[in-house]
T-cell receptor, first 113, second 112 residues
């Protein structure tokens, strides 16, 4: 059983640019959630994808968007990058949309300069 | 509302027990989790407890849940230097989607 994998592991972007982060869910999991973890903080929920649609969203602006593919993998897109977007972005997969364990990937460290 | 609070730092000697405490505010939480994060790494699910349980034991880990006080604790027996990490308490609210709310994390330092 493969775990949750994310790519790339590290990324440096310039303010105003756009970025795409990728996540492959754990085998047998159909739901993917994305979290942002700023330095010294706990992760904050961005949104969840299920059946290729956004199924719930945290307090993040529309420039944070996502996709889920038929194989349940997912992308997180961030447009018009700001310095405060610098963080560790974590992807979590689960077997169902709610009330279940969530397994996290190692994250993508995004630095915006 | 949703708020999970933890103390920021805990230091223990190798071989002693560690107890990390957490309080949460949302009584509708269905799952409560403990995650471990080592420097530069993602989150590792250590253990979890259903909201209808009082205690769960898993090898060196014991989770205690006091629903009345909305208090969760993680006890690590025979703490080892490899246990040094940040520990996050998290709650999973009931509802149509999985939104896990995390505390700010407790940094556990194990002194040899």
């Amino acid at each position: 059983e493969t775990g949750v994998t994310q790519s790339p592991t590290h990324l440096i972007k310039t303010r105003g640019q756009q970025v795409t982060l990728r996540c492959s869910s754990q085998s047998g999991h159909n739901t993917v959630s994305w979290y942002q973890q700023a330095l010294g903080q706990g992760p904050q929920f961005i949104f969840q994808y299920y059946r290729e649609e956004e199924n719930g969203r945290g307090n993040f602006p529309p420039r944070f968007s996502g996709l889920q593919f038929p194989n349940y993998s997912s992308e997180l897109n961030v447009n018009a990058l700001e310095l405060d977007d610098s963080a560790l972005y974590l992807c979590a997969s689960s077997r169902q949309t709610a009330n279940t364990e969530a397994f996290f990937g190692q994250g993508t460290r995004l630095t915006v300069v | 509302g949703e708020d999970v609070e933890q103390s920021l730092f805990l230091s223990v000697r190798e071989g002693d027990s560690s107890v990390i405490n957490c309080t949460y505010t949302d009584s509708s939480s269905t799952y409560l989790y403990w995650y471990k994060q080592e420097p530069g790494a993602g989150l590792q699910l250590l253990t979890y407890i259903f909201s209808n349980m009082d205690m769960k034991q898993d090898q060196r880990l014991t989770v205690l849940l006091n629903k009345k006080d909305k208090h969760l604790s993680l006890r690590i027996a025979d703490t080892q230097t490899g246990d040094s990490a940040i520990y996050f308490c998290a709650e999973n609210l009931s509802g149509g989607y999985q939104k896990v709310t995390f505390g700010t994390g407790t940094k556990l330092q194990v002194i040899p």
